[in-house]
């Protein structure tokens, strides 16, 4: 069964550019007939706002985007990581570099290569070896063939962080290459995609395929974010919100002020194109 989700980050509410994200990959996938789902990453809790959660999932739920699966919680898969990195126990190293140390360096120069043991104060990196200097190459849906250098370009990166939660990428690439065959997200996260397909080769996963979709942004260029004091959607308004984001997305809907959001929904699914996005969005217009 095909399957893609939505993954935000519990740091703020849903604004205009996550809808956008979200309406974006629930289209692609259910325009396949395959299952969509909301995985809340909340493995970073000195980040997250306690009422972000629940906040989100109340503003998914007003705009119709419901998954066809519970809720799920990177919080909850602790075993899973855990066994996925001793899979990696030959590959992995215990690193008391700091990001001042290294700021200097392209790569990661392998400075604590040799600590292979545990040690206290210290990240877990995963050591990217000269074999794998050939190109990892992939497709993504929007910018095409990549290929990339994953040693000269991106070299060992960390898979545990020092303070001991789990890093993103390898948090990313264990739940992704579990249960997601399709993954539409915003352009800002292109950058670490090789390192999770690395992890996903590493441990023997099927990688997604992949669309990066352009952020929505300000009229000065600055993503919306929270940091950037991004409003959260009016959830009264979600039909309009829904007709605003399709218009984003490169799609035309007519006016139509009287649709409900199911509406919106199936007249977005029977005109969905991954091709129709535009290579960069128009600006926010403060909806």
Known sequence: MLAGRFAPSPTGPLHMGSLLTA??????IKAQGGEWFVRIDDLDPPREDPAASAAILTSLRAHGLTGDRPIDYQSSHTDR?????????????????????????RV???TCREFTSPRPDSSVRLHVSERARKDLAFDDGVKGRQKIDIAGDIGDFIVRRRDGLWAYNFATAVDDGFDTTHVVRGEDLFH??????????????APPHYCHIPVLC???????????????????????????????LGLAPADNPHWSVAQWLAWGMEHWSI???PSRLAPYQGH
Do not use: W
């Open 81 to 105: 990581y855990q066994r996925a990195l001793q899979q990696l126990e030959a590959q992995i190293f215990y690193c008391t570099c700091t990001r001042k140390a290294m700021a200097s360096h």
């Open 218 to 248: 300000f009229a000065d260029g600055t993503k919306l974010s929270k940091q950037a004091h991004a409003p959260a959607v009016d959830n009264k308004l979600a039909p309009t919100n829904l007709r605003h984001a399709l218009r984003y």
């Open 275 to 277: 091709e129709k996005i």
């Open 192 to 205: 670490v995609t090789p390192q999770q397909i690395f992890l996903m080769q590493q441990l023997e996963l």
């Open 108 to 110: 990661y120069p392998g």
């Open 23 to 28: 309406l974006a990959s629930y289209l692609h």
